[in-house]
């Protein structure tokens, strides 16, 4: 048996993001998809009304893309979201609760990445995303790939879709039955996609500056200034 899942997509929760639930899920279908994790950052505010949208058949798995102190973690499967602090802490903040941590586009300088203590977070980490669909530079994902090849960590894809089109994008396959957070501690499971989605950056650019637009009219004509 082979699943397809993105395990990295965000919701309007995430101020880099408009699209709202029932549109990931609607997408997520689109996309021929088996599963989607919900990864907002730093909170788990839209998973449930993703899996309400989500048709029969696709997975739901509650996760928050969190912001360690140096770069961005995946938390899968968990209940709450896992404090901001350094990035070994999260990963035992996300064990305590049973779930899973991945790291997330590690090595992609063009946003947070690591570049300490990388052998510990390698005895530490479940898994690293391999494939990021919005890795604008093909060495960033490679480097990612090398990594958890080097040293037999389970390799992961996703989307980081912040729009409905990039849903889908990246994904991780998964062989047999079971759980997903099973699949990637046992690692049977590989990353699928294409990375280097430069116009996503583009679009999400466009969406902040929207926002930061719209607060500062709001707070032009409500008078009220800081």
């Given amino acids: 048996m082979t699943r397809r899942y993105d395990l990295q997509i965000h919701t309007n929760a995430s101020p880099c993001s408009s699209t709202p639930p029932e549109r990931v899920a609607e997408a997520a279908a689109d996309a021929g998809l088996d599963g989607v994790a919900v990864t907002d950052h730093d909170t788990l505010a839209n998973v449930d009304a993703v899996r309400d949208a989500a048709p029969d058949g696709l997975a739901v798995i509650p996760g928050v893309e969190v912001t360690t102190t140096e770069g961005h973690l995946l938390a899968l499967d968990v209940a709450e979201p896992p404090p901001k602090t350094d990035p070994l802490t999260v990963i035992d903040r996300v064990h305590e609760q049973g779930g899973v ?4 586009h590690p090595f992609d300088t063009l946003r947070q990445f690591y570049e300490t203590d990388l052998e ?22 490679d480097r990612a790939a090398s990594f958890a090849a080097a040293r037999d960590l389970p390799a992961t ?8 089109m990039e849903v889908g994008r990246a994904y991780t396959i998964v062989e047999g039955d079971g759980s997903l957070a099973d699949a990637v501690r046992e690692g049977r ?5 294409r990375g280097r989605y430069l116009s996503g950056h583009v679009a999400t650019k466009l969406h902040q500056f929207r926002t930061a637009s719209g607060r500062a009219v709001g707070t032009l004509t409500s008078g009220r200034f800081p």
């Fill in 101 to 104: 941590a991945i790291l997330s």
């Fill in 189 to 193: 499971v590989r990353p699928g996609g």
């Fill in 157 to 164: 894809g996703g989307s980081d879709a912040h729009f409905p």
């Fill in 120 to 141: 510990a977070l390698a005895e530490a980490v479940d898994g690293v995303e391999a494939v990021n669909s919005r890795c604008v530079r093909r060495r960033f994902n």
